[in-house]
């Protein structure tokens, strides 16, 4: 962000943060979501989790 030489909007900061989260920890980004994107119900919480499951590719286990 710090390479844009400019003010950096909190919706930028917030999406930068959902983005990194999908990549390393699923159940934080999952946290942040329902806080960021104020979640109601677990609606809500569902459909997050349906679309995250749709771009996270399976993982390995060994």
Known sequence: MRLLNRDVTSEEVGMATLETLR????VAYVRFASVYKGFADADDFA???GNLVKTTAPKLRG
């Open 23 to 26: 990549d390393i920890d699923e």
């Open 47 to 49: 459909r997050e989790i």
